[in-house]
């Protein structure tokens, strides 16, 4: 007991050093509890993952072939440990022949795509700019027709990673997510997703499936890293800071678009049955002995351009993956112009809020529906288009949705709820 008396004694005594070594020991505990967590994470997915490594194949089946495209610098440079550590383990333990490509600098993976001969999956290991780079190689291929219908697996390495809130369900532990992602991609369920064509006046098109953004919201946005030593007030610094060179500050162009078009019916994920061979004569044979048919030139209405002039304080060009429905009639991307009558304190709310969600069409904004628009800019316009998150010079675009072009890997239950919605 007197022994108990003089720990307590000094630990009054020194209570400074007292509540310093409790707060460190808290702060042990808790982060030794959280890797505690992580690792069971890593331990049940990787179980999970053997189920799929145990299943017999025929022997004239061949392994599937996966190639993963790794950014080693996303995520500050954490992305090769992230991969490593909680989804190369499930991807070989699966069974799946991989070989990974890390990039070594930017717009590399639009190369190696390019060159990319034949895959089963094509895995993206990385944030929103290594997504962005893998699409715009594919699509550029000349076979890209039949290449595009390769399944695309996410794994969300990056800083932003905005498709990740589409295909997996939310959640604010990394190892979590990374390991759903992974496992995600052996369960085989796949959504269809609209990319955004945008072709300037020389160079090749780029593509996206998040969207395009050029204004203040942006350019502010892109700045607060600048005001790092503010810690959490940075981005409002940022947006504070924007609002004293210039006011109020407008973006003007002139926009032309066309409407949205009608959706087709979605082709079936499972390739029909061939018919017997006696049909298969027959079809070629009634084809050889028809009568050649004639073609008749049918005039095309001229298409029903609508115009408009913008002057806005950001304006967006949006696909709908963030909020995909499998039941919708009509093919559109969205066209959100943000009004510029704000007063500075409403720019600063509203940009902090653009942060958290930049794909958000705020209150009060002009929406515009199209499948296909010309923007013109003012000559000698400065500034930046930031395109899924990356960064391309501002200038006079062209941009068409291509509906359902491409097919990502998702959640099973994602898609349940997608189904579901569509009823």
Known sequence: ?????????????????????????????????????????????????????????????????????????????????????????????????????????????????????????????????????????????????????????????????????????????????????????????????????????????????????WGSYRDASEKASKYWYLGPLKTRAAHLFSTLKEWPQRHQASILFLGPTERPPEEPEQKATRPPLHIRIYRRLALYWASPKIEVQVEQPAEPWQEEQLSGVELSITTQNHQPNLGRTLDSMNICIEPDSLSRGDFIKKGIVKVQDPLLCLEGSQVFHASRCRMQLPQETEGHYSIDSEEYEAMSVEVTLLPRKLRFLCHPTVKQQLREAAQ
């Open 1 to 213: 007991m007197a022994k108990v008396v003089r720990i307590v004694k000094t630990l009054r005594n020194h209570w400074k050093k007292s509540t310093v070594g409790f707060c460190l020991l808290g702060y042990g505990g808790h982060w030794a509890y959280g890797k505690y967590c992580d690792n069971l994470l890593r331990r049940a997915a990787c179980q999970e993952a053997q189920v799929f490594g145990d299943e017999l194949i025929h022997p004239s089946i061949a392994v599937k072939k996966a190639t993963v495209f790794l950014n080693p610098a996303a995520c500050k440079g954490k992305a090769r440990n992230l991969f490593e550590k909680n989804a190369a383990p499930i991807l070989n333990l699966a069974g799946i022949d991989i070989t990974v490509v890390k990039t070594d600098y930017e717009g590399q993976a639009k190369q190696l795509l390019e060159l990319m001969e034949g895959t089963d999956l094509i895995i993206v290991a990385g944030g929103n700019g290594t997504l962005q780079e893998v699409i715009t190689g594919l699509l550029r291929r000349a076979d890209q027709a039949s290449f595009s219908k390769v399944p695309i697996g996410f794994i969300p390495l990056g800083m932003t990673n905005t498709l990740s809130r589409t295909l997996y369900p939310e959640t604010d532990n990394q190892v979590q997510l990374i390991s759903e992602a992974t496992l995600s991609i052996l369960k085989g369920e796949t959504v269809s997703l609209d990319v955004l064509q945008i072709k300037g006046d020389k160079d090749q098109p780029v593509f996206a499936v998040n969207g395009l953004r």
